[in-house]
């Protein structure tokens, strides 16, 4: 378990010897696929290889999509060094969860929020566009402790059949991106179901909005060639196709970008793979 103490000193001796440091974290956005105990890829037989990838990855922050809140329990149960901020989509426990988990000895939470992807983002469960399910994203604004650092992470989930959705959807992340100050460091991440660089989503979301990609902007990338983030419970295929994203605004630096494909003795964590980003962002 990290020690917020340690870290405080730390980050004390630093800026007493260097002066300002960088902000860097190591995020992750993960699509968990929701619980079934329906052979195969039960979340019986996923639970264990999630909290191992989680252990060996050892993210600051990481943003779940499709988790239910018996996953979401069973997740800040495997990890305690972590704790969360999140709501379903359907208001309260019900339904799945676009959660926020964060290592609370490292950061402290100052704010959360969450608004659905309709024309009424505010009413909870809403949907004016046609999509099949209702869609969500979760905002939380930190504050690292060692630094005084603050920041803000993004997660979401777009839907994955209505194209006007998605589209939509970007532009209302773009529009509600703008309400947080321009020079605080954001990470907005998720699950687009669409392809990085290849649509419309993409396009709105990296355009005029001072996000970048992650992926395409990191110093080192991992594996290489670029795996498909969308696995099937299939062993990786080098395709590049990324629904899966992790964008940044008001980066320095990229240092790092990777898709995870870890499995264990066959079992992969998810139809996902979840992908992780090393931010720096000026001090």
């Known amino acids: 378990?990290?020690?917020?103490?340690?870290?405080?000193?730390?980050?004390?001796?630093?800026?007493?010897?260097?002066?300002?440091?960088?902000?860097?974290?190591?995020?992750?956005?993960?699509?968990?696929?929701?619980?079934?105990?329906?052979?195969?890829?039960?979340?019986?037989?996923?639970?264990?290889?999630?909290?191992?990838?989680?252990a060996q990855t050892a993210p600051d922050i990481f943003g779940t999509q499709e988790g239910v809140w018996q996953q979401i329990k069973d997740i800040a149960e495997d990890c305690p060094d972590y704790t969360w901020v999140g709501l379903g989509r359907e208001g309260g426990s019900r339904g799945e969860f676009c959660a926020i988990f964060y290592l609370e000895d490292d950061f402290e939470l100052m704010a959360f929020d969450h608004f659905w992807l309709s024309d009424t983002p505010e009413i909870i469960g809403s949907i004016t566009w046609g999509h099949h399910h209702k869609r969500m994203a979760t905002w939380a604004h930190f504050r690292e402790r060692a630094t005084g650092r603050e920041f803000v992470v993004l997660n979401t989930h777009f839907d994955h059949r209505s194209e006007l959705a998605r589209a939509n959807s970007a532009t209302l992340i773009r529009e509600r991106i703008t309400k947080f100050a321009p020079d605080l460091p954001l990470i907005v991440m998720g699950d687009f179901n669409c392809l990085a660089g290849d649509s419309a989503p993409y396009t709105t979301l990296t355009t005029d909005s001072g996000l970048v990609d992650t992926w395409t902007h990191a110093k080192t990338r991992l594996p290489d060639p670029t795996p498909n983030t969308f696995g099937g419970y299939e062993p990786p295929k080098s395709e590049g196709k990324r629904i899966d994203w992790i964008l940044a605004r008001n980066a320095r630096t990229i240092i790092r970008a990777q898709i995870v494909t870890t499995e264990i003795n066959g079992q992969y964590p998810s139809d996902h793979f979840p992908v992780m980003a090393t931010v720096e962002f000026d001090p």
Do not use: C, H
């Open 1 to 54: 378990m990290r020690s917020s103490i340690f870290a405080l000193l730390m980050g004390l001796f630093a800026l007493g010897t260097s002066g300002a440091q960088p902000l860097k974290l190591e995020v992750m956005t993960f699509n968990l696929r929701y619980a079934s105990e329906q052979p195969p890829n039960t979340w019986t037989d996923r639970r264990p290889v999630v909290a191992e990838v989680l």
